[in-house]
């Protein structure tokens, strides 16, 4: 049964719902935890340190992270090569354009797949940024992210970056939470408002919610 | 009127097509888009052309026989078939651009006639019921609440002229799928075959190549019958309750 869900491009396109909708429930938890870094260079320090240590004593130190670190690389992956396979078999079946060519669809809907690919760039920029600090401009400083956050956002690059980055968010929720609720058989005509709203809020917050850190650096409000 | 027209062209399903410029002229506005073509065809005859060959059939608007992307719209500007365009819908001097589907499924057969047979093959998976035919039965004999019977009505409508493949992006048939599922469905002389029809018509529909769904909503404005985007959610919705009640295989290997 798993095999036929698979090879269904209904069963891939419920399998970009789920992952999409896993990640996207861990961008607002994680968006709403960043704010705290306008309560200032210590309550932002030590919420990164309580996030290490969540779920103790009855999970180890890192535990909790792990353990989200893996759903998310799982959700990341399946996300991304059932996005890459449903593409290549779109583009099969229609190989030929039509001469008379028309704008069609929405910008959110006709960016989802290079936003998309934007993001999972973003993501792998992000960790080497922040996480790891391999990429970190100026010296990086496990255990103080507030400091390297600061570090970041004081780059051009930086800021571009992640600026295009949740650009490409707000427009990849926006299509793709409504979309997810579709392919889950959650849509309905009387609920088709109240999704779409959702998606719009959804969209809308995670974008500034996440846009006020960089926002936030340059005009020294955080720094 | 007077009219430019660009045609695709092409020979047979393996030549090369280009799009061909043609002058008509003396065009009633209350023509219908093929009169239109047949009057162009008349003029090619007489000049010793090969005539622009088209699918159509009963004019009505009702059988799913015409097709054509005029000016870049599935059965063009009106939301109707082909043959219920008219040609006042356009204006004295226009240029438009006539097309062929296009779809890596419906494969190019001649000029603008396309290759539907996948729909049929589709329709095959499960696109029945296994009720015993002969006369009518007595219409009260299977009581069915009027909502669901609205609801069968309005997917029943498909006409099968794919224009929803035409229009979408990914060439996908989800919307003709969903509607021929959701009709039988919803009703109690489809429930024998609930699981196995959507699961099959999925399959089937997978099987000839045509694209996912990207909930893009270019089908149902292109619909002539107005089958609504939501007729794809309640196939997923379907699919995904036939999957967890049936425990075989869905397809087996054919």
């Known amino acids: ?223 | 009127m007077k009219l430019t027209l660009r045609v695709w062209r092409q020979k047979n399903a393996d030549a090369e097509g280009a799009m061909s410029t043609y002058q008509v002229d003396g065009i009633s506005s209350d023509m219908s888009f093929l009169e239109m073509l047949d009057t162009l065809n008349e003029e090619l005859i007489l000049r010793g052309e090969d005539p622009v060959a088209f699918d159509h059939d009963c004019r009505e608007g009702i059988c799913g026989a015409c097709s054509l992307v005029i000016n870049g719209d599935a059965h063009g500007p009106e939301r109707t078939t082909t043959c219920q365009l008219h040609m006042r819908s356009f204006r004295d001097g226009d240029t438009i651009d006539v097309e062929p589907w296009r779809a890596s499924a419906f494969p190019v057969v001649k000029d603008l006639v396309v290759d539907r047979s996948a729909f049929e093959r589709v329709i095959q998976a499960g696109g029945y019921v296994t009720a015993p035919t002969g006369a009518a039965p007595e219409a009260h004999a299977t009581p069915v609440p009027k909502p669901d019977a609205d609801f069968a009505f309005e997917h029943a409508e498909c006409i099968g002229c794919g224009a929803c493949v035409a229009a979408c992006p990914n060439g996908a048939a989800m919307l003709f799928t969903s509607a021929k599922i959701n009709h039988l469905n919803v009703l109690p002389q489809g429930a024998p075959e609930r699981e196995t029809r959507v699961l099959d018509m999925v399959a089937a529909m997978d099987d000839e190549g045509f694209g996912g769904c990207t909930l893009a909503g270019e089908c149902a404005t292109a619909c002539p019958k107005g089958i609504p985007l939501m007729s794809i959610t309640s196939m997923n919705k379907e699919w995904l309750r036939a999957t967890r009640k049936v425990k075989r295989s869905p397809h087996p290997p054919r």
């Open chain 1, 1 to 223: 049964m798993a095999r036929a869900v698979w090879d269904s491009t209904v069963g891939k396109k419920t399998v970009m719902a789920v992952s999409g909708l896993t990640m996207l429930l861990y961008l607002i938890v994680h968006m709403a935890g960043n704010l705290k870094i306008f309560f200032g260079a210590d309550t932002f320090n030590e919420y990164a340190r309580w996030l290490r240590t969540v779920g103790a004593p009855f999970l180890h130190e890192e535990w909790a992270l792990w353990l989200v670190r893996v759903v998310l690389v799982v959700a990341v992956v399946a996300h991304a090569v059932s996005a890459y396979q449903l593409s290549r078999r779109d583009l099969r079946a229609r190989p030929d354009k039509y001469v008379h060519k028309k704008a069609r669809a929405s910008y959110a809907t006709r960016t989802m797949r290079w936003g998309g690919v934007i993001l999972g760039l973003f993501i792998v920029w992000h960790i080497l940024d922040l996480t790891t600090g391999t990429v970190h401009p100026g010296g990086f400083q496990a255990g103080r992210p507030y400091e390297n956050i600061v570090d970041t956002f004081s780059t051009w690059y930086g800021n571009v970056i992640y600026i295009v980055a949740m650009l490409a968010l707000g427009l990849h929720v926006r299509h793709g939470f409504w979309s997810a609720a579709q392919t889950l058989g959650a849509g309905s005509r009387t609920r088709d408002r109240a999704l779409k709203g959702v998606a719009n809020v959804l969209a809308l917050l995670l974008t500034v919610g996440f846009l006020a850190v960089p926002v936030g650096v340059m005009t020294g409000v955080v720094g």
